[in-house]
């Protein structure tokens, strides 16, 4: 059997990076890693290949090589599956449709012959043998949740890391806590299961032996989230990148109560962790108790902040607007809160219902559900009637937007950051660490339109955080990407 992998394009929103990766001379942020994972499930006989459609174009030859198509995403990539999906019906190309989006919603499953929902590990190779024979059935589902010791290494084989920003690897799945808004819980479920030390250890020597050099991503949506676990693990994450004399730095998403286990973060740092993902939502603690964001109330969130950028880890966090409890005064309110952490990513959000979660459910009881909504929040449609007056809300929201990546915002931000910022892991510069920066100069410094606040920010940087010089470049960069895609958003109606 012939195995056409398909990933979907990623749209264009914050987490894409897409306007900062050609400065990389990068295609895409990450691998798409679910793929991997169920290629290495296949059959050893069976001939695979991947298109990611954000690496390359699929095309008409790829469709007439394969015996059928396994096609994967998440429910912000829905378009690009539905599309895929069109075509391959229209070629005559058996599909099989997986990933996360399967568990969001069902309107896909119409347009694919197969469609697996769960967690895959258990089913493929029953799916495999089936496609084979040719007797497989419309739908396969997890009856549980699989331990991860049974997920295998991911294929490279089928990728070329040279296109892509960071590599990226599991560590868990699934996370303790209850937010209202998540779909994480719903998926993954509420007991984080980890991979063990051993497994992880095999994945980052796996990762070395092809070459791979720089960030790595953990894609956990909560890393901590099974906190007696990842203290056995870290140690040897840190013995590993040590003996190796660093070759990777570390990326991921984290709770915010990491701010409370001094424990944790030394041994973060120590591990090779230059920033961390926190899904902070917002000051207001009325709108975190009603988000049932328990975690973060009953702290000095500010604080918790700096501890961790303390830890030398950048701090990239989430913040939502359109909670029911949303004062009037919401908008200055986040704005004042992100200049005053110096997070300099900061990545706001529209409040969406996605479909399953709880939030979903109780506005649908409360007859406010308006449609089911594309998990992208960054798109200006609410899925559900606010308490706040819409056009209110979508004119506050745009205005964070406006302000905190304003160039002279942005980059005070990055300078109140720098001014306390003590990296603990030098990555050794590439060639394409200086093409970025040239790019950088000229991009920015001479064709962007806030050439003379980057300038000044680069003078900063080269004299007064020259401790972090390389740092600095990158979040000019990343802002490069904030700014760009601010100005779409924020001109759409
Ligand atoms: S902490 Fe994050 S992953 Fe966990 S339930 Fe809340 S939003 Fe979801």
Request: glycine fraction near 6%.
């Amino acid at each position: 059997m012939k195995a056409l992998l398909v990933y979907p394009e990623f749209p264009d929103t914050y987490w894409s990076f897409k306007h900062a990766l050609p400065f990389e001379g990068k295609r895409s942020a990450y691998p798409p890693l679910g793929l991997l994972t169920i290629s290495s499930l296949l059959p050893p006989h069976w001939k695979k290949r991947l298109v990611d459609m954000n690496v390359r174009r699929l095309t008409g030859a790829d469709l007439e090589w394969a015996d059928v198509a396994l096609v994967s995403g998440m429910l912000v990539q829905k378009h690009g599956l539905a599309e895929i999906l069109t075509r391959c019906r229209q070629r005559g190309l058996r599909t099989v449709l997986g990933g996360p989006v399967t568990s969001s919603v069902q309107d896909l499953n119409v347009l694919a012959d197969h469609v697996v929902i769960g967690e895959a590990e258990e089913l493929v190779p029953t799916l495999a043998a089936e496609l084979e024979q040719g007797t497989a059935k419309p739908v396969y589902e997890a009856a549980e949740r699989p331990g991860l010791d049974k997920t295998p290494l991911p294929d490279l084989d089928l990728i070329n890391p040279k296109y892509y920003s960071a590599m990226a690897v599991q560590y868990s799945r699934g996370c303790p806590f209850n937010c209202e808004f998540c779909d994480i819980i719903k998926i993954y479920g509420r007991k984080p299961r980890t991979k063990s030390p051993e497994q992880m250890v095999a994945e980052l020597e796996q990762l070395y032996a092809r070459g791979w050099r720089g960030s790595v991503f953990i894609v956990d949506d909560n890393f901590i989230g099974n906190k007696k676990n990842v203290k056995q693990l870290l140690p040897v994450l840190a013995e590993w990148n040590e003996r190796r004399r660093y070759p990777f730095t570390f990326f991921t998403e984290a709770s915010v109560n990491l701010a409370d286990d001094a424990e944790l973060l030394r041994w973060m740092q120590k591990a090779g962790f230059t920033r961390v993902f926190l899904g902070i939502e917002t000051p207001v603690e009325a709108s975190l108790l009603e988000a049932q964001k328990y975690q973060n109330t009953k702290k000095d969130l500010l604080a918790s902040v700096r501890r961790i950028q303390g830890y030398g880890m950048e701090v990239m966090a989430g913040f939502i607007v359109g909670f029911d409890n949303d004062p009037p005064d919401v908008f200055d309110k986040q704005v004042e809160f992100i200049r005053e952490s110096g997070i300099p990513l900061a990545m706001v959000g529209l409040l969406l219902a996605l479909p399953g979660t709880q939030l979903y459910q109780r506005l649908k009881r409360e007859g406010r559900l308006l449609q089911d909504g594309l998990g992208n929040n960054m798109d200006c449609t609410l899925n559900f009637v606010p308490r706040m007056d819409a056009q209110r809300l979508i004119a506050g929201y745009k205005s964070i937007l406006q302000r905190i990546y304003h160039p002279d915002e942005y980059y005070d931000r990055v300078r109140r950051f720098l001014a306390e910022y003590r990296p603990t892991h030098h990555r050794r510069r590439s060639f394409s660490d200086y093409l970025a920066l040239a790019r950088s100069m000229v991009k920015q410094g001479v064709l962007g339109e806030a050439r003379a606040s980057y300038w000044k920010f680069f003078l900063d940087a080269a004299i007064r955080y020259r401790h972090a010089f390389d740092t600095a470049i990158t979040l000019a960069i990343m802002g490069y990407h904030f700014q760009t895609l601010t100005g779409i958003v924020c001109r759409s109606d």
